[in-house]
């Protein structure tokens, strides 16, 4: 049995400019209407999978670690840690994850790591028997960022994952890992940062590929469509291009992070264009060796 869970984390407003690269604001704003400020909405979702002896956590959102004023600047919505609220809600805490994949250490996806913000405290990292499992390249990336994604990522976190004793670097042709099983294999993208890492999930009857910010969301599935946070847009178009045809065949869900009604879907193709075809907005302890889509 191999069970699979949507978990919302805190959520956020962005600039819709930003999130939707060189798409034209009459284009990008039919798909996500913006606020008076120009900012969308934005889910930070995580993935929790439970085989009966582990529960494994793909990424922990935004979290609630920012200072208010920080809070205000990027739109984070709610000023308590939704997903430990998320969690409780199946009956665990952050005590209970035995491991923590990270697609890469930006912090919306990375920040929930930490505790809430507490003036005059240091960061400090929850999940405190989880192992944190992070591609090399991602987490090199975090340690030397360029002075243009520098301010994506946070300062304190590689070296308090470090200081854990229980960081786990990886590299893509890792594969199945031991702690993991061979439920669950890697691949590297680059497009949207160095070494993003991506789980795909596989269960008997269906299969989960986490999209993280290759694919944000439903808007992003159309392949000419990137951020304006993507280091190399035009590498990530290719690698989308290279995926899609794949999942379509296979019937893979994409599961998406920022989407802020949809947390998975699986794709259709028309002459060479890509778009969503079943959706599902959450699902819990979803039996992926058992059923094709929750019941």
Known sequence: MLRASSLLGNSQRL??????????????SRLAPPDELGRVALACRALLLEDGQRRILLETGIGAFFPPDLRDRYGVVEPEHVLLASLAKLGLTDADIDAVVLSHL????????LR?????????????????IVGRTAFERALRPHLRDRASFIPELPELLKQSGRLRLIDENSGATSSLG?????????????GMLHATVRGERASLFFAADLVPGRAWVHLPITMGYDRFPEQLVNEKAALFADFVTRGVFLFFTHDPEVAAARLVENAGRFKVGQELPTFARWDLDAQSQPE
């Open 15 to 28: 600039d819709g400019g930003a999130m939707f690269g060189n798409a034209p604001r009459a284009l990008w």
């Open 106 to 113: 930006h912090f919306d996806h990375a920040g929930g790591l």
């Open 182 to 194: 061979d439920r669950m294999e890697f691949r590297e993208t680059l497009g949207h940062t160095p």
């Open 116 to 132: 809430e913000h507490r003036a005059g405290h240091a960061p400090e990292l929850l999940f405190p028997r989880a192992e944190f």
